[in-house]
Protein backbone atom coordinates (compact mmCIF):
# COMPACT_ATOMS: atom_id res chain seq x y z
CA UNK A 1 0.00 0.00 0.00
CA UNK A 2 2.50 2.77 0.94
CA UNK A 3 4.55 1.44 -2.60
CA UNK A 4 0.94 2.85 -4.60
CA UNK A 5 1.00 5.98 -2.48
CA UNK A 6 4.89 6.60 -3.53
CA UNK A 7 4.08 5.80 -7.00
CA UNK A 8 0.86 8.52 -7.08
CA UNK A 9 3.42 11.25 -5.46
CA UNK A 10 5.81 10.62 -7.94
CA UNK A 11 3.52 10.58 -10.83
CA UNK A 12 1.90 13.87 -10.06
CA UNK A 13 5.14 15.18 -9.28
CA UNK A 14 6.62 14.24 -12.44
CA UNK A 15 2.96 15.87 -14.35
CA UNK A 16 3.49 19.04 -12.17
CA UNK A 17 6.88 19.65 -13.34
CA UNK A 18 6.20 19.14 -16.82
CA UNK A 19 4.19 21.96 -16.90
CA UNK A 20 6.41 24.75 -16.82
CA UNK A 21 4.00 27.89 -15.75
CA UNK A 22 2.69 25.39 -13.11
CA UNK A 23 5.94 25.70 -11.34
CA UNK A 24 6.39 28.82 -12.91
CA UNK A 25 3.44 30.01 -10.57
CA UNK A 26 5.10 27.96 -7.33
CA UNK A 27 7.82 30.06 -7.73
CA UNK A 28 6.56 33.19 -7.70
CA UNK A 29 4.40 32.37 -4.93
CA UNK A 30 6.73 31.07 -3.10
CA UNK A 31 8.95 33.85 -3.38
CA UNK A 32 5.66 36.24 -2.40
CA UNK A 33 5.20 34.10 0.63
CA UNK A 34 9.17 34.73 1.61
CA UNK A 35 9.02 38.31 1.08
CA UNK A 36 5.78 39.12 3.10
CA UNK A 37 6.93 36.83 6.14
CA UNK A 38 9.79 38.63 6.12
CA UNK A 39 7.63 41.94 5.88
CA UNK A 40 9.15 43.33 9.49
CA UNK A 41 12.92 42.82 8.49
CA UNK A 42 12.36 44.02 4.76
CA UNK A 43 9.84 46.90 6.12
CA UNK A 44 11.40 50.31 5.85
CA UNK A 45 8.87 52.19 8.72
CA UNK A 46 5.99 51.02 10.57
CA UNK A 47 3.11 50.73 8.64
CA UNK A 48 0.64 52.38 11.07
CA UNK A 49 2.91 55.39 11.83
CA UNK A 50 1.46 58.71 10.56
CA UNK A 51 3.33 61.54 9.40
CA UNK A 52 1.48 64.02 8.21
CA UNK A 53 4.12 66.33 7.19
CA UNK A 54 5.14 63.75 4.69
CA UNK A 55 2.16 63.39 3.22
CA UNK A 56 1.37 62.20 -0.32
CA UNK A 57 4.93 61.95 -1.44
CA UNK A 58 6.09 61.26 -4.70
CA UNK A 59 8.19 58.24 -4.72
CA UNK A 60 11.83 59.20 -3.76
CA UNK A 61 14.40 57.33 -2.05
CA UNK A 62 13.40 57.60 1.21
CA UNK A 63 9.65 56.56 0.30
CA UNK A 64 10.41 53.73 -2.27
CA UNK A 65 7.06 53.60 -3.02
CA UNK A 66 6.21 57.30 -1.86
CA UNK A 67 3.77 57.74 0.71
CA UNK A 68 -0.58 58.21 1.40
CA UNK A 69 -3.14 61.20 2.51
CA UNK A 70 -1.77 60.05 6.45
CA UNK A 71 2.44 60.20 5.36
CA UNK A 72 2.18 56.29 5.89
CA UNK A 73 4.91 54.78 3.98
CA UNK A 74 3.45 53.04 0.84
CA UNK A 75 6.03 49.84 0.75
CA UNK A 76 5.71 49.56 4.30
CA UNK A 77 2.32 48.96 4.41
CA UNK A 78 2.23 46.63 1.30
CA UNK A 79 4.57 44.19 2.52
CA UNK A 80 2.07 43.82 6.46
CA UNK A 81 -0.99 43.71 3.99
CA UNK A 82 0.49 41.33 1.70
CA UNK A 83 1.08 39.31 5.23
CA UNK A 84 -2.76 39.72 6.15
CA UNK A 85 -3.90 38.74 2.51
CA UNK A 86 -1.71 35.56 2.33
CA UNK A 87 -3.42 34.26 5.81
CA UNK A 88 -7.26 34.76 4.42
CA UNK A 89 -6.07 32.74 1.43
CA UNK A 90 -5.14 30.13 3.47
CA UNK A 91 -7.88 30.51 5.81
Not at 33 to 52: G, K, N
Amino acid sequence: MSERREGFFWQASRRFVRHRMAVVGLIILGLLSLIVLLAPALAPFDPRTQTMSERLQRPSLHHPLGTDQFGRDLLSRILYGGRLSMVVGFI
